[in-house]
């Protein structure tokens, strides 16, 4: 069931992937629903529900996303960061989370999924300190002015933040200041979900 739901949203979303990435990507969820029972990693309890809302979303940013280093900021249970890793095992991809429950849950996902692309770290993001990234991916973290504040010290110059949001985020983009430019946005389509979904592209000037 759960195999069918992800290829049929898949091929809505025009994303081809080898037998191989599907599996590790169910792999995962069996991991993320097994792991949620007793961690409350997500609020969204129903593994069916994981597919469009977890996996799908973050797999919707697939085309859009550049860069070699890459930064997931408040990655919670490893998203967008975990299936960018599975479908991109040549990047390499740091997964920053502050809570101790999910960053054991993304350790053990590396061990268990053989994922070498991933680096799990348990840190707040303005204390965080490491060569600096080509790209820095955000679900659901705060406003653009917070994401942009808290991590702009990890991004090259000429980097790109890809920020993913509900609705057109408007009133975020305009408090922006001008160490950053909106090059982009991209509205996201994702299979079996309701409401807006919308990729922002930021480069750092």
Same mark, same amino acid.
């Given at each position: ?24 990507? =169910? +792999?995962?969820? !069996? ?9 409350? =990693? ?12 977890? @996996? ?5 940013? &697939? ?14 249970? !490893? @998203?967008? !960061?975990?299936?960018? +890793? ?26 268990? @999924? ?6 799990? *770290? ?21 406003? &653009? ?9 990890? =991004? ?6 890809? +920020?993913?949001?509900? *609705? ?19 509205? @996201?389509?994702?299979? !079996? ?13």
């Amino acid at each position: 069931m759960y195999q069918a739901l992800l290829k049929t949203g898949l091929k809505k979303l025009q994303i081809e992937l080898s037998d191989d990435k599907i599996e590790l990507l =169910l +792999a995962y969820h !069996g991991l993320l629903a097994k792991w949620n029972k007793a961690y409350n =990693l997500t609020a969204v309890r129903d593994p069916q529900d994981m597919i469009g809302r977890h @996996l799908l979303d973050s797999l919707s940013i &697939l085309p859009h996303v550049e860069g070699e280093r890459i930064l997931d900021v408040g990655t919670g249970p !490893g @998203l967008p !960061g975990i299936p960018l +890793a599975i479908c991109h095992p040549e990047k390499d991809i740091t997964l920053l989370d502050s809570n101790g429950k999910k960053t054991r849950f993304l350790t053990q996902s590396k061990i268990e @999924l053989k994922l070498s692309n991933i680096t799990p *770290v348990q840190s707040r993001i303005e204390k965080y300190e490491a060569p600096l990234f080509d790209a820095i991916t955000s679900r659901a973290f705060a406003t &653009l002015e917070d994401m942009v504040n808290g991590s702009i010290h990890l =991004l090259k110059s000429g980097g790109y933040f890809f +920020a993913m949001k509900g *609705v057109y985020p408007e009133d975020e983009i305009q408090q922006l200041d001008d160490r950053v430019s909106v090059v982009d946005c991209f509205v @996201l389509h994702v299979p !079996g979900e309701e409401g807006e979904r919308h990729l922002v592209k930021i480069k750092k000037n």
